[in-house]
């Protein structure tokens, strides 16, 4: 059995299958010798390295997806989610979408200037843009890069529509732009919680914060005025989905006015890391959960295909989709569809202009 190291969320550092990369492991030096713990791996530091992008927004066509553009400050997310669909990305550095994924970061502080710079040229026309799509914009690190602040400061400047999701309580900390773009129709959050159980989110998502501030968040982000979604993604049979309708009315009771679920993803080599993962914390369930999960999914660990990934297929797809309907109904949720407007979008000034 792969051995836990202290607020991680992978057991191990396996290779790309798709790219041959070589698995790495730490770095073997004195620190971590003596952060060992108790028989368990050593403590895994965190690394940032600088990324200088040439352009920062991402565009998205894909047909199950409700944005076309996003903006992602960060690659890689300490908070060490398990389940991370983005944890393969990763591998495209030469490095593992394991252990590297959410200790070997990479940062673009230019974000901000290349975001001003995009959105000044002649072609460019607006739509909401997506923070927090791949990896979190408020992960750690965001409180000494400050990179999603920049960038929302030129959203708000421009009068550009913005959504985030996230699953850090640090969006508050951000208020002070988000609540007036809001009272404009232009800004929306989106904050993931998946288990209320403390104990069973710092096992899935080692470094996110606790649950209670995640909710903490939504009612004051509500009490500003910014209209809040709750994402309870991933579902994961046999360890969260039990909590599905206490989670609803919880979310509701903080002021959210919107809610989704999706059933959990194993893209590529996200499988086999939440597959050691479940034999290192729930060996008593694999079998269970992997079972039910391809029961959900056409008898693979993963459905790829659009519409399908997100909802799932079959019977335990159907009965969470019934108590998900049930439980928002009961709970006032879903009764309208939010939307942000662009027609107050104003382009920046371009270089030149700011000389004047």
Request: hydrophobic letters at 40%; proline letters at 9%.
């Amino acid at each position: 059995m792969a051995k836990t190291r202290p607020q991680r969320g992978a057991t191990m550092n396996a290779a790309s299958t798709r790219f041959n990369l070589p698995g790495q492991e730490a770095d073997g030096d004195w620190l971590d010798a003596r952060e060992a713990i108790d028989g368990e791996a050593p403590r895994l530091r965190t690394t940032v390295t600088v990324e200088r992008p040439r352009t920062i927004i991402a565009r998205n066509a894909s047909p199950d997806v409700p944005f076309d553009r996003s903006i992602n400050p960060y690659r890689g997310c300490e908070h060490g989610c398990i389940y991370c669909f983005a944890r393969p990305t990763h591998a495209f550095h030469d490095l593992s979408p394991g252990l590297d994924f959410e200790s070997r970061l990479f940062a673009k502080p230019d974000a901000a200037t290349l975001l001003r710079t995009e959105l000044a040229r002649p072609a460019y026309t607006p739509a909401p843009m997506a923070l927090g799509t791949n990896t979190d914009p408020y992960q750690p690190i965001e409180s000494d890069w400050r990179i999603t602040r920049n960038v929302i400061e030129i959203l708000a400047e421009t009068r550009h529509p913005l959504t985030i999701t996230t699953k850090s309580d640090r969006v508050v900390r951000d208020l002070d732009l988000l609540g007036p773009m809001a009272a404009d129709g232009l800004a929306a959050v989106c904050m993931s919680i998946t288990s209320l159980d403390p104990k069973i989110a710092g096992t899935i998502e080692p470094r996110a914060p606790h649950p209670e501030r995640r909710l903490a968040a939504v009612r004051r982000l509500a009490d500003a005025g910014v209209p809040v979604y709750v994402s309870i993604a991933p579902v994961i049979p046999a360890i969260t989905d039990h909590e599905m309708e206490h989670l609803i009315e919880r979310a509701a009771q903080a002021g959210a006015r919107n809610a989704f679920f999706i059933p959990v993803r194993l893209p590529h080599e996200v499988a086999p890391l939440f597959r050691a993962w479940l034999d290192a914390h729930f060996p008593d369930r694999a079998g269970k959960v992997m079972a039910t999960i391809q029961a959900m999914r056409g008898g693979r660990d993963n459905d790829p295909d659009f519409f399908n990934r997100m909802k799932g297929s079959g019977p335990w797809a159907d009965l969470l989709r019934t108590r998900f309907h049930i439980a928002c109904r009961r709970h006032g949720l879903n009764r309208e569809r939010i939307t942000l407007r662009t027609d107050l979008f104003r382009k920046p000034a371009g270089a030149q202009g700011e000389l004047f």
